[in-house]
């Protein structure tokens, strides 16, 4: 238990489904970041908030929309994904120093069908 | 922009035995951090060990000790007595500190898959 919690754990959807992936930390952190991990490749920074401020896109496809209401909270919004995005999303946050270590969840499985 | 390259995909250690990992990275900056990150199958980011750019001397967390050589921009990772429960996906990670950023982002290497032979 790292303090990140990711739901659901696992989640299959159609193409033309909207579903939403959430995290919430109980660190007391003000910065969260949706990754992804695919098969074969390294983990892909996707999205930044600071302080509920998104202050970085990685030009992430708008089938992706993050929410950040608070800092305890973030969601990942989905809707018309394509098959490549299956993949695990991981949720981390971490304090504004950037030498703290960043927390990680752990993981919503995404199946694309 | 800063890469991250582990260049051994795979590799494999007798339980009690020592194994290095390798982890090199490229950066202009010279305030950074330096991260090893553990994956079980469970799935979960797990922080191992980190090292600050600007200290000489190389991070040790019980059995698990880095080798920092900033010039040569390599950071490996050492595990000593390797124990089952060490079997696992490596990530090496770099996170800048240019600007005196109020956040941080991580970039990570391609990971190391880790066996351990009883």
């Known amino acids: 238990e790292t303090g990140v919690t990711q739901t659901p754990r696992h989640l299959v959807m159609g193409m033309t489904n909207k579903k939403s992936l959430k995290c919430e930390q109980h660190?007391?952190?003000?910065?969260m970041y949706w990754y992804k991990q695919s098969a074969k490749k390294p983990l892909e920074l996707m999205f930044v908030y600071s302080l509920e401020e998104r202050v970085e896109n990685n030009s992430v496809p708008s089938r992706f929309s993050p929410e950040c209401p608070n800092s305890s909270h973030l969601f990942l919004h989905l809707h018309t994904l394509q098959p490549e995005d299956s993949a695990l999303y991981l949720c981390?946050?971490?304090?504004?120093?950037?030498?703290?270590?960043?927390?990680f969840g752990e993981g919503s499985w995404l199946t694309v069908v | 922009a800063q890469t991250v390259t582990q260049s051994q995909p795979e590799m494999s250690v007798q339980e009690a035995e020592t194994v290095t990992l390798s982890c090199t990275y490229d950066t202009s900056e010279s305030d950074y951090y330096l991260f090893w990150y553990k994956q079980p199958p469970s799935r979960q980011m797990i922080l191992v060990i980190r090292q600050e750019a600007y200290k000489q001397q190389n991070a040790t967390e019980n059995r698990f000790s880095v080798n920092f050589q900033k010039a040569a921009k390599s950071f490996s990772l050492k595990i000593s007595d390797s124990q089952l429960g060490d079997a696992a996906m490596y990530f090496c990670a770099y996170r800048n500190n240019a600007g005196g950023t109020s956040y941080g982002k991580l970039t990570f290497g391609q990971g190391t898959i880790l066996t351990v032979h009883p």
């Open positions: 981390a946050s971490s304090s504004m120093n950037p030498g703290n270590t960043i927390y």
């Open positions: 660190l007391g952190h003000n910065a």
